[in-house]
T-cell receptor
Framework: AQSVTQLDSQVPVFEEAPVELRCNYS??????LFWYVQYPNQGLQLLLK??????LVKSINGFEAEFNKSQTSFHLRKPSVHISDTADYFC??????????FGGGTRLMVKP | DAGVIQSPRHEVTEMGQEVTLRCKPI?????LFWYRQTMMRGLELLIY????????DSGMPEDRFSAKMPNASFSTLKIQPSEPRDSAVYFC???????????????FGPGTRLTVT
């Protein structure tokens, strides 16, 4: 069965520091990868996606993720975080049923 | 567009009672998904519909759970009878059809927080 592993359940970081949220996927065939963000008391929102082409994908609010096939990873990074980035982040991949398999999530806690 | 609408936002009920959660997807979206989120199990896909037809309900935990989509603009998730272990946040999401890659861009509603006492 396919699985998505997010190695860190919580990541505390100070404001304006860089951050990396780790994600490893399991699929060995064509893979599509996604990061979703969930702000407190809200549903998930698509942050960025990798479908094909450039392995580096970016969001409008400064996040980026790099697809690394050899390491089966899709880590999310931001060079300088803001308080408003505090949220839960979910990595996801397409599965055999052509739906999404979500990781367990990583809580990013940005401290002033 | 108002986005995916779910009601109620909060539901508190006693064990054994019937609970009905409601969802209005984004107009024009062909796919509708029901998820459950708990601390212990994370985000779980319960069932999804394509053009109002249930496609995969393998995530529905028990026969106590049922879902319907009578038309393109409305879906319900029913739990009867409810149990304390059903306490969770239930999300509805929808996505476009057509190019199948669009189904991965799911738009989530705000969720219904269910507490069964």
């Amino acid at each position: 069965a396919q699985s998505v592993t997010q190695l860190d359940s919580q990541v505390p970081v100070f404001e304006e520091a860089p951050v990396e949220l780790r994600c490893n996927y399991s699929s060995s065939v064509s893979v599509y990868l996604f990061w979703y963000v969930q702000y407190p008391n809200q549903g998930l929102q698509l942050l960025l996606k990798y479908l094909s082409g450039s392995t580096l994908v970016k969001s409008i609010n400064g996040f980026e993720a790099e697809f690394n096939k050899s390491q089966t990873s899709f880590h999310l990074r931001k060079p300088s975080v803001h308080i408003s980035d505090t949220a839960d982040y979910f990595c996801a991949e397409n599965n055999a049923g052509n739906m999404l398999t979500f990781g367990g999530g990583t809580r990013l806690m940005v401290k002033p | 567009d108002a986005g995916v609408i779910q009601s109620p936002r909060h539901e508190v009920t006693e064990m054994g009672q019937e609970v009905t959660l409601r969802c209005k997807p984004i107009s024009g979206h062909d796919y509708l998904f029901w998820y459950r989120q708990t601390m212990m199990r994370g985000l779980e896909l319960l069932i999804y519909f394509n053009n109002n037809v249930p496609i995969d309900d393998s995530g529905m935990p028990e026969d106590r759970f049922s879902a319907k989509m009578p038309n393109a603009s409305f879906s319900t998730l029913k739990i009867q009878p409810s149990e304390p272990r059903d306490s969770a946040v239930y999300f509805c999401a929808s996505s476009l059809g057509g190019d199948y890659l669009f189904r991965y861009e799911q738009y989530f509603g705000p969720g219904t927080r269910l507490t069964v006492t």
